[in-house]
């Protein structure tokens, strides 16, 4: 069984940045494409961004040149860089998991994550 433990969320001002961590366990993480989403009170669990087993990455609209997602194979780790964090970024963040045998797939949709971590909070607020 998957487990996933997000960290690294709190509280900033606007403009400041955040690092977020996910710690993969379980299973083999190379087997696994990875996802954020982000969850505000009274919203859908949205989508945030998306790494391949490769690599490859890609981005929700309102994040792309913000945020960056990256994995480290070594560390059974994936992360989410926040840069230039808005108040409309608060939310509790959530990583995903989904297993795969495409090394480029970009996995976008809630629906198709089997694994699910507990979430983390980001409140930006000045």
């Known amino acids: 069984q998957v487990q996933l433990v997000e960290s690294g969320g709190g509280l900033v001002q606007p403009g400041e940045s955040l690092k977020l961590s996910c710690a993969f366990s379980?299973?083999?993480?190379?087997?696994?494409?990875m996802g954020w989403f982000r969850q505000a009170p009274g919203e859908e669990r949205d989508f945030v961004a998306t790494i391949s087993l490769s690599g490859s990455t890609y981005y929700t609209d309102s994040v792309q040149g913000r945020f960056t997602v990256s994995r480290d194979n070594a560390k059974n780790t994936v992360y989410l860089q926040m840069n230039s964090l808005k108040p409309e970024d608060t939310a509790v963040y959530y990583c995903?998991?989904?297993?795969?045998?495409?090394?480029?797939?970009?996995?976008?949709?809630?629906?198709?994550?089997?694994?699910w971590g507990q979430g983390t909070q980001v409140t930006v607020s000045s």
């Open positions: 379980g299973r083999t993480f190379t087997s696994y494409a």
């Open positions: 995903a998991a989904v297993r795969t045998i495409y090394s480029d797939v970009l996995v976008q949709s809630r629906v198709e994550y089997d694994y």
